[in-house]
């Protein structure tokens, strides 16, 4: 596993403990743009009211606006987890060519059933263009037990 790739990821790993701290899921996210964080965020779908706030979302808004719509092509995306279908979506429709990802909920903490980011990046022809990167489990425990002790702690059930 990359050292950068880790690098990157506890940096999401705050900004998921700092959205934990504000009552939303402890989950995190940044876009790295030439070696720079360029937009980070928490999710903040409970303290902001938008139900679409989540954390990848968040970010590649942000880094639009700091960089451009276009810049986003030359972007990677760092999650502590597993993206659901609507920021799989957004990414895609985004052009995010590599996404980095912690952590992946699994048995009980599975709210999609048969869900797998990996199915909807291929039904989308996403992972067989080179230029597109996809790697999952940097940092993985800390991600998920991050997010597991938030969710116990606040009654999280989905």
């Not at 996809?134 to 702690?153: N, P, Q, R, S």
């Amino acid at each position: 596993m990359s050292e950068t790739h880790e690098q990157f990821m506890r940096i999401a790993l705050e900004d998921a403990a700092q959205s934990g701290a504000e009552g939303n899921r402890a989950i995190g996210s940044i876009i790295v743009h030439n070696g720079q964080v360029v937009a980070r965020s928490g999710g903040r779908p409970g303290s902001s009211e938008n139900p679409m706030g989540h954390a990848e979302t968040l970010v590649i808004q942000q880094a639009a606006q700091e960089i451009g719509k276009a810049g986003l092509a030359e972007c990677t995306l760092y999650t502590t987890l597993e993206p659901c279908p609507m920021c799989c979506g957004t990414i895609i429709a985004n052009n995010v060519p590599r996404v980095i990802v912690g952590g992946r909920q699994a048995g009980k903490d599975r709210h999609w059933g048969e869900y797998a980011v990996e199915r909807l990046l291929s039904l989308a022809a996403w992972d067989t263009d080179p230029a597109h990167e996809f790697v999952i489990g940097v940092l993985h425990d800390e991600c998920v037990a991050m997010l597991h002790d938030w969710d116990e702690k606040n009654g999280y059930t989905g």
